[in-house]
């Protein structure tokens, strides 16, 4: 018997990714990017989010190898005096966080409606899959804004700053489920028809098991394909709402926070607060979707060539 | 006279990433005029790959690294693809066990006879209709005229197999290569396509080549037969003969097997074991491990196929 | 259909239509005024049969003869939408879910496609415990592990290979593997699906064998579905012939194959083909298979049967029983119109 690493070193997974000089090079820069954002408070050169640390005559320094650049600044400060590689971490570190986070709702609630839909049929899944519709059919930023304006009226203004990440998380996370739904229900359909499926149900095991013990996993490869694309769009949403001023709190900046902050700034001269923090959002974007490209085609089983 | 078809040593290989293996392993037959013959074997026997090496149509990763193929006298296995096509589907023409992958769905059967016809000939269109309506009265298709207006998803199965019948047989071609052509078919109507591919074989004076894995039709429908295990042929000789005195013991387990064959309620003849998969064929003889008559030599040599009796060559050391 | 004792198996008068119309926007037809209009496939129309305690019933028929779905509807995976369903005396077509859990120990079924009734995700020793555990759930782990080395074995396939894989085996191994979760609840009677007719000629008859010893070492009645005519005659005590839904002619296998009595019998076993036979006389069926959408009028058979009369075009045949004790559902054989 091999074992599990010997087949993982022998799987068709590896060396199609050992061969895909684009894979290999967008995995290593997200690696650097995930170890960046969650070592973030250990690596930067100063903690943004403390005032005490802040003062506001370093603001606008630019970057150290332009005039007026520091070394105590690599990469400027912005209008607060805030130290720019410090807080794109920080930004970076929030980004995740709230992309990772937004997924996990979506999936989950995407997978068991999903499910629901696909196995049941009938009324259950018209009922499901309309709403999704309707939900689809509601630009999500509106959807993201109202949700977000409901809840700030509800906790009050004042409390948000604190409240922001988990808020954040939720309002992205539900106004995107429908994308989940919609996949699963799709390869559930598909599986259900299977002989495997009646054979579970000669055995007389109840709908609840078959559906999630049986089915599901059978019916998770297409969910990794869309998580992996959908944390790029929980990122580019989270960066969208807080331009837009209902996200991350200026004291507390994710990447579209920082983007906002320094939009004001562009015109008279100090680019780098907006171009930095935007540069690096593309980059990471721009990674997973490229990772989430191939692994579709590797797990296309249409693709496959063993 | 020299054969219509005659395959010499065909060896194919596919190129994998844990290196080449081999497909085909020196398969040799001929073909004369107006002959029919069989090829037999379990799946991954390289029955179809055989079929497809004829009409170059390998897919990649594979090649043929061996061998030749004689069509009409001429070399046939290095032909340059331009080359090739016009052979392939105009003097040897192939049918497939799903008639939707020759048909396509988009288009009404008459285009799609006419098209083709236009592609390998110069004639007008009414010409190429005319052609396409004689072709289908041959393959006894009712009301042929409405036919040509029809989708395909609008025929039966039977009927979708006749069209194709009928399309191969558009350029008059010398050889129909037929792959499982009934495998997907119920018996009733499998019997109706058997009957007409006969009668056209010996109506138009065409060479069949008939794959499949029914030892049953092949024994109705053919005069020769070669038998493939693991990539070569291991029996290979008249139909009537060979149905009734196989020689290789793997030929006779495979007639032993056929429910029918003996008493109803007693056990079948069975062969132990299964085919050995392509990247690990066993040395010696392919069949030995399976076999009953395997003795030391098996092992170690590869057999030959030779003549053994009642004029049926054979690849087994042992008779 | 009446029997003087009680059969293992009884369907009566079974009727299972399928609506495929779909939903509002699909049934919408606007042809002579606007209304609604209903598709439904008739799978299974009006068949009764028994089966008695040991032995095989085959019920044979060519692609969309409503076999397969007459398999499920006994199986209860179909509500039938008429008719009844008895085991050992029972009715079983009206059990709820729970009510249905002692007779899933005693039916079970084998597949078609050794591909797709293994789930891929799971070990062959998570796909035989799984019922094991279900149906007991104080069976110890030890109990449990020894039952699945035991059917393993009766199956023939090494015990040793419990922790692998469906993808790990070759199709008449994981054949094999099915075999044994049909058996392992140590059932009466098992429903094989077309269980031979995705595998090669050679593994064929390795599963025939084994599934005729495991008749005999576990006393058990099979309902044997399958199109390969060759197949039943080996393998079944009596056969049923169904068409579009219908049965044509029930009888046991040595009466059915040496003397067929309905014209469709009469055309499919002549179109068998048979090793070393040659050039053999079919008989030739008129016409093309009707949908089982459109049904034909009276005898289901008449548009495609040479000796149709019109009494065929207008009345439905009914099931007699002959002096053999077979069953036939043709005017012809009724009357006894000169047919050959």
């Not at chain 1, 607060?273 to 990772?291: H, K, M, S, Y």
Request: aromatic share 8%; glycine share 8%; proline share 6%.
């Amino acid at each position: 018997m091999k074992t599990k690493l010997q087949q993982f070193k022998e799987s068709y997974f590896l060396y199609s990714f050992r061969r895909d000089m684009v894979a290999m090079a967008s995995f290593v820069v997200l690696v650097f990017f995930l170890v960046i954002a969650f070592a973030a408070p250990w690596i930067s050169p100063m903690d943004p989010y403390d005032s005490a640390n802040i003062d506001i005559m370093n603001s606008e320094i630019p970057p150290m190898w332009m005039d007026g650049g520091s070394m105590e600044f690599p990469l400027g400060t912005d209008n607060q005096g805030r130290d720019m590689l410090s807080t794109m971490f920080y930004g970076l570190r929030t980004s995740i966080i709230i992309g990772l986070g937004a997924v996990a709702i979506q999936a989950a609630i995407g997978i068991v409606l999903g499910l629901m839909a696909g196995y049941l049929g009938g009324k259950t899944d018209a009922i499901l899959m309309r709403l999704a519709d309707i939900q689809f059919s509601f630009p999500y930023l509106m959807v993201a804004i109202f949700m977000s304006a409901i809840f700030q009226v509800v906790f009050g203004a004042g409390s948000f700053e604190q409240l922001a990440i988990p808020l954040l998380t939720i309002i992205i996370g539900l106004s995107n489920w429908p994308m989940f739904a919609r996949t699963i229900r799709a390869s559930v359909m598909g599986e259900k028809n299977k002989e495997y499926v009646e054979a579970a149900r000669v055995i007389g095991l109840p709908q609840r098991i078959i559906m999630f013990r049986h089915i599901l996993p059978n019916a998770l490869t297409s969910v990794m394909v869309i998580s992996t694309i959908q944390v790029a769009n929980a990122v580019m949403s989270e960066a969208a709402l807080s331009f837009l001023g209902l996200g991350m709190p200026v004291t507390k900046p994710s990447l579209g926070s920082l983007i906002r902050s320094g939009q004001e700034f562009f015109f008279s001269g100090s680019w780098w607060i907006t171009v930095l923090p935007g540069l690096w959002l593309v980059l990471f974007v721009l990674v997973i979707n490229l990772l989430g490209d191939w692994l579709r085609d590797v797990l296309n089983p249409k693709l496959y060539k063993g | 006279m020299p054969s219509l078809l005659e395959v010499r040593d065909l060896e194919v290989k596919f190129a994998l990433r844990s290196g080449d293996i081999t497909a085909i392993d020196g398969v040799s037959f001929q073909l004369d005029p107006g002959e029919r013959m069989g090829l037999v074997g379990e799946s991954g026997a390289g029955k179809s790959v055989t079929g497809f090496a004829i009409i170059n149509l390998i897919s990649k990763p594979g090649y043929i690294s061996r061998g030749s193929i004689h069509f009409e006298g001429k070399e046939i296995s290095a032909y340059p693809p331009d080359k090739m096509r016009k052979i392939r589907g105009n003097r040897i023409s192939m049918i497939f066990q799903d008639p939707m992958m020759t048909l396509n769905p988009v288009y009404t059967i008459g285009f799609q006879m006419i098209e083709t016809l236009k592609a390998h000939r110069n004639i007008s269109k009414s010409q190429a209709r005319a052609i396409a309506l004689e072709k289908l009265k041959l393959v006894q298709m009712p009301s042929p005229e409405k036919r040509l207006a029809q989708y395909p998803h609008e025929l039966s199965g039977g009927m979708r197999q006749r069209i194709i019948i009928a399309i191969s047989l558009l350029a008059d071609p010398a050889i129909i290569i037929a792959d499982e052509p009934t495998t997907a078919l119920d018996v009733t109507i499998q019997a109706e396509i058997m009957d007409l591919l006969q009668e056209l074989c010996e109506n138009e004076k065409m060479g069949l080549m008939l794959i499949t894995h029914d030892l049953g039709v092949v024994s109705q429908v053919t005069e020769k037969i070669a038998v493939m295990y693991a990539g070569k042929i291991i029996e290979y000789g008249p139909t009537e003969t060979v149905v009734h005195h196989p020689v290789h013991p793997y030929t006779i387990g495979l007639i032993g097997s056929i429910p029918g064959s003996i008493e109803p309620g007693k056990d079948l003849k069975q062969i132990p074991g299964m085919m050995p998969t392509l990247t690990n064929i066993p040395p010696g003889c392919a069949f030995n491990p399976r076999c009953e008559l395997a003795a030391d030599i098996c092992t170690q040599q590869t057999p030959v196929l030779e003549e053994k009796q009642n004029g049926i060559m054979a690849a087994c050391h042992m008779k | 259909m009446t029997t003087n004792h009680t059969p293992l198996l009884r369907v009566q008068d079974v009727v299972k239509h399928f609506d495929i119309s779909g939903g509002f926007l699909d049934q919408l037809r606007f042809k002579g005024g606007i209304h609604l209009e209903k598709t439904t496939v008739k799978a299974v129309n009006n068949v009764s049969l028994f089966v008695n305690k040991g032995e095989t019933l085959s019920v044979v028929g060519e692609s969309g003869c409503g076999k397969s779905t007459l398999a499920r509807v006994i199986l209860g995976l179909y509500r039938p939408n008429a008719g009844k369903i008895f085991y050992d005396g029972q009715r079983i077509d009206t059990l709820t879910h729970e009510q249905w859990l002692p007779y899933r120990r005693k039916m079970q079924m084998i597949f078609q496609d050794p591909y797709a009734s293994l789930n891929p995700r799971k070990t062959v020793r998570q796909t035989l415990e799984e019922p094991l555990r279900f149906h007991n759930p104080k069976m110890t782990s030890q109990e449990a592990m020894d039952k699945v080395a035991y059917v393993m074995e009766q199956v023939g396939v090494d015990p040793a290979w419990i922790a692998r894989h469906p993808h790990e085996f070759s199709g008449g191994q994981r054949q094999r593997i099915s075999i044994a979760r049909g058996l392992i609840l140590d059932p009466d009677f098992i429903v094989a699906d077309e269980p031979v007719s995705a595998l090669d000629v050679s593994i064929q008859a390795q599963i025939l064998n084994l599934l005729m010893d495991l008749r005999e070492k576990h006393d058990l009645t099979y309902l044997f579905i399958t199109h390969d005519l060759s197949v039943v005659h080996h393998i079944s005590s009596r056969v049923a012939v169904l068409y579009l839904g219908t049965l044509c002619e029930l009888a046991s296998a040595n009466d059915l194959f040496n003397e067929p009595r309905h014209p469709y019998t009469r055309a499919l076993l002549s179109a068998i083909p048979k090793i070393g036979e040659k050039k053999a006389k079919h008989i030739k069926l008129k016409g093309e298979v009707p949908t089982p959408v459109h049904l034909p009028s009276g005898c289901v058979f008449h548009n495609r049967c040479v000796f149709a009369r019109d009494r065929c075009k207008k009345e439905f045949p009914r099931l007699n029983e002959l002096p053999n004790g077979s069953f036939v559902s043709c005017h012809g054989v009724e009357e006894g119109w000169p047919m050959a």
